[in-house]
């Protein structure tokens, strides 16, 4: 008996030292089990507050709504590998602020000829009556992508745990002109004036990537528009397109169906040679079925991107209970396939962003959602620190490696600033990576160095750059993972864009959320940002520093710089509260 109640004690310690890290000891599944294998107690880069599952793959965003006071997040997963799968299932976890979430149940999983080979990703819509409806990609028993439709069992569940698919899926297949292995991923619907549904789905056809017009009077019986709603050329599949509207003088959100001249159009696509999200402003033109971008897709670094590092297959929704539009997007890891295994997990989200449209009209902002500012604990305050060039300043008294830092730097005349020749010929990653933070210019680099050792030999700059140009100024904005870490088998890309800014700017803003292993940073109040991945291998825990540094010729002012150590979102498993 003595024996016994050891090995219980054991086991029970074992459970809690997994919980801890994030890794629960079980899970509770509809039909597939995920493998159980031992996971590493040490997780230097498993974070604290962003969203990520137990263990294994995770990849898109799917489905994001609110429904009865609780916001739900479906998402691409493998339950039983940390890479990706022959058969890929829709996660579903639910929270009450978009930070603490609870794992549930597999939502989706294969279960008929129509999805038999995997449930892929798709988007939800709440029809009349406040009840939801997914239309989601199967992959039939051809290996052929076709949209199937399912509802909730239960619409008195705020869970929403179970669903139904429909008897009649599926309800979309392959389209003349569409390759039939590459037609996937229906955006959430639309209510158009004459009553029917309307829905896109990402297509291609050779080289041409393409998004499809379907409509429908009852959600189920789907009629395909014979012309494309939105075409581009030489760019192959059109993935996960999300479309919706924008308030031009608010930054309120609006629902998906809202078509009046308060608004202005978006139609985002996430082009799979690329594996970058591309947005376009631009009209819906109702009377012709299909989306007019205001520019078009010139496949450099002229087109609009929601996040110009390591970001893809978004998904937005309107947030109705605070009058926002809010953006998911899934961070992928830049480490090799082998360290996925051996950590038992792949894949991230980054925190939900609020996004609006800018005063100007030309681009989009984000901003991460307020919610997130729950999370900040132990508070570093600067002001007025004068940083001259080639100087560092350390911020220390907190926990660096899971942060959240806002400063603002006052700038010299920028007339001062490097001259560019020609502003449109210029590709920033390629400026950003021969431009690297520990070189000298005029007005920058200047910024943060995130997650960096004692003696600075790891470092992830985040940094300005300032230009001048004929008729104009523009700013470098960069993160570079050159120095990330002393590992050499990691991808460690240089990211980087450029944007005019104001003849008259006095300051200029960076917030930085840093956790663990992902970085992600939004600069001049929203108006570009940038994630990144990064490895380090000494600058981990109560080893990582930051600094705020300078390697212009010019001073700039720290005219303030708040920055909090975060604490640990709350994030379990369903299963450890009610498996029933």
């Not at 507050?49 to 294994?56: D, G, L, S, V």
């Not at 080289?207 to 581009?232: C, H």
């Not at 078509?259 to 040679?273: A, E, P, Q, T």
């Not at 680099?445 to 104009?472: C, H, M, W, Y």
Request: aromatic share 12%; with cysteine; hydrophobic share 35%.
């Amino acid at each position: 008996m003595k024996n016994f109640a050891v090995q219980l004690l054991l086991l029970l310690i074992s459970f809690l030292l997994n919980s801890r890290n994030g890794i629960e000891a079980s899970t509770c599944s509809n039909s597939i089990d995920p493998i159980k294998y031992r996971i590493p107690k040490e997780q230097p880069y498993r974070t604290s507050y962003h969203f990520q599952p137990p263990q294994n793959w995770m990849n898109d965003p799917n489905a994001p709504m609110y429904y009865k006071g609780v916001y739900h997040l479906f998402y691409q997963h493998n339950p039983l590998a940390a890479t990706f799968g022959d058969i890929i299932v829709w996660a579903h976890s639910v929270s009450y602020d978009l930070i603490n979430w609870i794992h549930l149940n597999i939502a989706l999983e294969p279960s008929g000829p129509y999805d038999i080979n995997s449930c892929w990703s798709g988007s939800a819509t709440i029809l009349p009556g406040e009840k939801p409806a997914i239309l989601y990609t199967g992959i039939d028993h051809y290996k052929n992508e076709v949209q199937n439709l399912a509802i909730p069992k239960n619409l008195t569940d705020a869970f929403l745990r179970e669903w139904e698919k429909h008897p009649q899926n599926p309800v979309m297949t392959p389209p003349t002109g569409v390759e039939e292995d590459n037609f996937r991923d229906p955006s959430t619907a639309w209510h158009g004036k004459d009553g029917k549904w309307r829905v896109i789905v990402g297509a291609q056809n050779g080289d041409e990537g393409k998004t499809i017009l379907y409509q429908s009077e009852d959600f189920v019986n789907w009629t395909v528009n014979p012309n494309p709603f939105f075409a581009t050329d030489n760019t192959g599949v059109c993935e996960c397109p999300d479309f919706f509207p924008v308030y031009i003088n608010s930054t309120n959100g609006v629902d998906t169906s809202v078509d009046n001249s308060s608004v202005r159009h978006v139609l985002k696509i996430s082009y799979l040679r690329k594996q970058h999200d591309y947005y376009f402003l631009g009209k819906y033109v109702s009377d012709k079925e299909n989306f007019v971008p205001d520019v078009e897709f010139t496949g450099t670094s002229k087109d609009l991107r929601f996040d110009y590092g390591k970001f893809y297959a978004s998904k937005s929704f309107f947030d109705y209970a605070k009058n926002r539009r809010i953006l998911w997007g899934w961070v992928n890891e830049s480490d090799s396939t082998q360290d996925d295994i051996e950590k038992g997990w792949a894949g991230l989200q980054t925190i939900p962003r609020k996004v609006w449209l800018d005063k100007s009209g030309k681009r989009l902002m984000q901003w991460p959602i307020e919610e997130i500012e729950n999370l900040r604990h132990k508070q570093i305050s600067i002001t007025g620190e004068k940083l001259e060039g080639g100087s560092t300043l350390e911020i220390s008294g907190i926990n660096v490696s899971q942060v959240d830092v806002e400063v603002l730097f006052e700038l010299p005349e920028l007339e001062s600033g490097d001259w560019l020749e020609d502003p449109s010929e210029v590709d920033p990653q390629l400026l950003c990576s021969k431009q690297h933070a520990s070189r000298s210019g005029k007005i920058g680099p200047f910024g943060l160095l995130a997650l960096a050792s004692k003696d600075l030999t790891e470092e992830t700059a985040v940094s300005f750059q300032i230009f001048r140009a004929s008729n104009r100024y523009l700013c470098l904005m960069c993160s570079d993972q050159s120095r990330s870490s002393l590992r050499n088998d990691l991808d460690k890309t240089t990211y980087g864009t450029i944007f005019d800014i104001d003849p008259n700017l006095k300051t200029i803003s960076l917030r930085t959320l840093i956790d663990k292993s992902i970085i992600e940073s939004f600069g001049d109040g929203g108006k570009a940002v940038i994630t990144s991945r990064v490895y380090p291998l000494l600058a981990i825990e109560k080893d990582a520093h930051l600094y705020v540094f300078n390697n212009g010729s010019q001073s700039v002012v720290i005219s303030k710089l708040n920055a909090w150590s975060m604490k640990q979102a709350e994030i379990g498993h369903e299963g450890n509260i009610n498996c029933a």
